[in-house]
Nanobody, 123 residues
Framework: QVQLVESGGGLVQAGGSLRLSCAAP????????MGWFRQVPGKEREFVAA????????YYADSVKGRFTISRGSARNPVYLQMNSLKPEDTATYYC????????????????WGQGTQVTVSS
């Protein structure tokens, strides 16, 4: 079982930046492929970004490409989502997720999830 904890959400004005972190307290998640997803109440969860276990491959939703960057350090370090040039439509609860077997875009492929962190972008 992999427990994930997100942090770094908050309220920011449009055009601002936030950095989200995803950690696995008490363990490493080196080798796990990691994804970030977001969800707005009443809508389906949406893929944002993913990174392979080695960190060598990254994937982004078209809506965030060029503005968001997913990264990871060593096996014990958090996985980050750097969000720049934020827009009101980025407002959502952001979730990190972990899996083995490839960094995918589909949420049902990820067995492990955090509780989410709220990001609110004001116009």
């Amino acid at each position: 079982q992999v427990q994930l904890v997100e942090s770094g959400g908050g309220l920011v004005q449009a055009g601002g930046s936030l950095r989200l972190s995803c950690a696995a307290p008490g363990r490493t998640f080196g080798g796990y492929d990691m994804g970030w997803f977001r969800q707005v109440p009443g809508k389906e969860r949406e893929f944002v970004a993913a990174i392979s276990g080695s960190g060598g491959m990254t994937y982004y939703a078209d809506s965030v490409k060029g503005r968001f960057t997913i990264s990871r350090g060593s096996a014990r370090n958090p996985v980050y989502l750097q969000m720049n040039s934020l827009k009101p439509e980025d407002t959502a609860t952001y979730y990190c997720a972990a899996r083995l077997g490839g960094a995918g875009r589909r949420d049902h492929e990820y067995p492990y999830w955090g509780q989410g962190t709220q990001v609110t972008v004001s116009s």
